[in-house]
């Protein structure tokens, strides 16, 4: 939570008009949502404006910083660049992250628009993030021909997130704004410094997209992310469109370990306030574990809207994939720590059957085990 005695300074320079009083309002209600201490003046005397030499009005100005308005692009645009300017200097505050991190594969950029439209459905910031990792043979041409190879790829970031970072007309925050990192070094451990350093309530990454449906599922930069991640994992792969959340599915086997977990399941559905899938699968008739997990939640979450299924198959894949198309579910959740159900499921003798829902994001979820 940002310090109570370290409060923006904020001026916001113009007159009563609809624009300046837009200025305001954003700010004000951006500020508020993310918990930021701020002070906001709002300056109309028309002398001090030419005084500072103003190119147009209205501007902000944070702590000294002068931001002008209705440069180099349309109104809109530039509010939400200045807005994005200043939430950046508190680091966002309290407002939820959403880290992406982008190779610029066509399947990390699908992940990377993935993760955008669902953060802003949640009010999220986007946090777009490049881990660039030199290879040898570039490492040897930047001393030979005196190219920044790094260089290059920070501009391939901020081009990409200035294209997907648009101006969405009237509706001025019809989509969330977008923060962009760049770190150099290996992936998975920039990636989880990243979160350690700037918080994240969610990693969204792409699988691979490799023939090999465990190369597809579990890179190695995957893998390390699902055992270390201090915080869930959306996976989304190749052939995923973002259409809403409007069913999750938590395939659950030990109710002692799930439980570990069911909060972080009830929280992603809850912001969506969607049905959750309860599914468990076995291949004893005699025995569901299922009405206790389903009890737990009966003071947590609608009952309306929590469906409890015991599915009797010994093939643990088919029964999911059948079940997870069949109720048009959006997202599968599972725990990690559920070490035996998690191999059986993502197993090698069973990866080419997997391929049934592979357009469905995995949310995995690690608890205190």
């Not at 530039?78 to 992250?97: F, P, Q, T, V």
Request: with cysteine; net charge negative; charged share 25%.
């Amino acid at each position: 939570m940002p310090s109570t005695n370290d409060k923006l300074d904020i001026k916001v320079l113009g007159t009563a008009t609809s624009g300046h009083q837009m200025v305001v309002k954003q700010i004000r209600d951006y500020l508020t949502k993310a918990n930021i201490p701020f002070t906001l003046q709002e300056v109309t005397d028309i002398s001090l404006f030419i005084q500072q030499g103003l190119e147009s009005i209205p501007s902000i100005n944070v702590d000294g910083e002068l931001i002008a308005l209705k440069k180099n692009g349309s109104f809109n645009k530039s509010l939400r660049m200045a807005l994005n300017s200043i939430l950046k200097k508190k680091d966002y505050g309290d407002l939820e992250k959403f880290l992406v991190p982008i190779d610029f594969s066509d399947v990390s950029l699908n992940a990377f628009i993935y993760g955008h439209r669902l953060a802003s459905q949640v009010g999220a910031i986007t946090r777009a993030l490049h881990v660039y990792f030199p290879t040898s043979n570039e490492l040897t041409q930047s001393t030979v021909i005196d190219v920044d190879f790094g260089a290059i790829r920070e501009g391939y970031l901020d081009e990409l997130v200035t294209k997907v970072d648009q101006d969405w007309g009237s509706d001025l925050m019809k989509m969330g704004l977008i923060d962009k990192e760049f770190r150099t070094g290996f992936p998975g451990e920039e990636i989880l410094d990243s979160v350690k350093e700037h918080g994240a309530e969610l990693i969204v990454m792409g699988t691979t997209g490799d023939s090999s449906r465990i190369k597809k599922w579990f890179g190695s930069v995957s893998t390390k992310l699902i055992n270390e991640s201090p915080v869930p994992l959306l996976l989304v792969p190749e052939g995923a469109s973002y259409k809403g959340v409007n069913n999750v599915m938590f395939a659950f086997d030990d109710i002692e370990l799930d439980m570990a977990v069911v909060d972080q399941v009830i929280a992603f559905a809850g912001t969506f306030d969607c049905k959750i899938h309860l599914v468990h699968i076995q291949d004893d008739k005699d025995y569901d574990p299922g009405f206790y997990l389903q009890e737990q939640l009966r003071n947590k979450y609608d009952l309306d809207k929590v469906e409890l299924v015991t599915l009797n198959n010994t093939d643990v894949v088919e029964a999911l994939s059948d079940y997870a198309h069949k109720q048009s579910i959006d997202v599968i959740a599972m725990a990690t720590q559920q070490r035996s159900f998690f191999n059986r499921v993502f197993h090698d003798s069973v990866t080419t059957r997997m391929s049934m829902h592979t357009d469905i994001p995995l949310l995995v979820l690690k608890g205190d085990a």
